[in-house]
Each structure stands twice: as C-alpha cells, then as structure tokens.
C-alpha cells in the first residue's frame, strides 16, 4: 500500500504548538505516512509581532517550514490541526485557512479524510476542550472522520485530554508526555487512515 498522505497544519504565535505539531509529524511518519508539515500564514500587524521578542523569534525560527495551502488539504488523506487557544476557541490565523477551504469543501474533496486536532493553552483549564471541539464542529461541516486519541492507549492515562493532545504553555515547553501523545494522536490518525484506505481499495 502507498503511504497515507498526512498534513499537519497549524499555528503557533511562540512555539508551543509548533513543537506539538513537529512531534505530530514524527508520529506519523514512524507510523508510515508521507508527511507535511505546514504552518499557516501569519496574519497579526507587525507592530504586534515586534513587541513580543519570543513571537518575532520563533517566526525567523520557523522561517523554512513552508506555509499551508488548499492542495496540502486536497493532497492529505488524514490531517492533523493544530493550534493555541484564543479565548476558548482557535486562533484567527487557523481560522482563516479553514475558512478559505470554500472550493474544495464544495466539490466534496475535503469528505472521507480523517481529521485530528492539538491545541495549547496557558492554563490548565483555559478551554483546550473547547478549542478542539470548535475545530470538530468544522470537521463534521466537511463530512471528516474524527479520530481523538481517547484513551486508547497507555500515555493517555498519564495527561490523558482524550480530545487531542494539548500542553499548558504556561508551565513551560511541552515535556516528554505531551511530545508522546502528540505522536501517539498522530500514529493512531495515519492508522485509521490506512485501514480505510486498504477497506476502499478492497
Ligand atoms: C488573544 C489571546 C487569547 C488567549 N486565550 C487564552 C485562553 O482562553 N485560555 C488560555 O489558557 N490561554 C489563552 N491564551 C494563551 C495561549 O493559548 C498560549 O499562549 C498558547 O497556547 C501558546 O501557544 P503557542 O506557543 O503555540 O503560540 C491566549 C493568548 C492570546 C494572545
């Protein structure tokens, strides 16, 4: 069987997210899959962007991943989103990427995919739920097959969020157990993703 095609799309304003999502893409590439990772545009004013010195330093660090485009949704079979919490829901700039999906979603090229979502909060209760099941509310719109990690397996039990992997930024950097179920989530995603794949070509 061919690889299954898998993107991880996100945002990240100062790098929590995008180390959640490079762990994704690691995931799903031990699991087999062909891998993008992408990040989506940067939309806030400069002038924003400059006065915090951690968000204009992880933009230049992550000046070489290349930024997300509908052929990246098109091209995936599973897709895994990522991003930060804004107010209990995600960020704008992921947000206008879905947004801009109106031509594939009207030829049905985003139904049938498997779909996944990561998210990052400062606070342990600061609505990471919420933010992954308002991306679900979109992925259901394009008729996805919603694949959470649940608790399905062992690294769940230790900071298991059964709705997508997702790390308090204000304690730090993700450690060992978020790197892990973000990988777990993505591995579980290109898994599914290949079992359809393998029960549609049959
Ligand atoms: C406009 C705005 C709204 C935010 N809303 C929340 C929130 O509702 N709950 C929370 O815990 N953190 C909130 N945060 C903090 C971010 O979620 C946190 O900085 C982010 O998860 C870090 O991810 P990143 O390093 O990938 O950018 C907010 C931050 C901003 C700038």
Do not use: C
């Not at 997300?68 to 991003?83: C, I, K, P, S």
């Not at 801009?100 to 090229?109: D, E, H, I, K, M």
């Not at 990471?128 to 694949?147: C, D, K, M, P, R």
């Amino acid at each position: 069987m061919e690889p299954v095609r898998t993107a991880v799309i996100y945002y990240s304003a100062t790098g929590t997210v995008h180390s959640l999502a490079t762990a994704a893409a690691e995931g799903a590439e031990k699991a087999g899959a062909e891998v993008r990772l992408r990040k989506v545009a940067e939309l806030a004013p400069r002038e924003a962007i400059a006065a915090n010195p951690v968000w204009a330093q992880h933009i230049q660090d992550t000046a070489d991943v290349a930024e997300a485009t509908l052929d990246d949704l098109a091209w995936a079979e599973a897709v895994l989103f990522g991003t930060p919490t804004r107010f209990g829901n995600p960020a704008s700039q992921l947000r206008a990427f879905v947004d801009s999906v109106g031509p594939l979603w009207a030829q049905g090229a985003l139904a049938d995919k498997v779909y996944s979502a990561f998210t990052a909060s400062s606070t342990p209760h600061g609505g990471q739920e919420s933010t992954i099941l308002a991306l679900s509310n979109t992925f259901y719109h394009w008729g996805g097959i919603i694949v959470p990690p649940g608790y399905a397996d062992l690294v769940q039990f230790r900071f298991g969020n059964p709705y997508g992997a997702s790390h308090v930024s204000g304690d730090g950097p993700p450690d060992d157990t978020a790197v892990e179920a973000a990988r777990y989530q993505a591995r579980r995603a290109v898994d599914t993703a290949a079992a359809l794949k393998v029960g549609r070509a049959a």
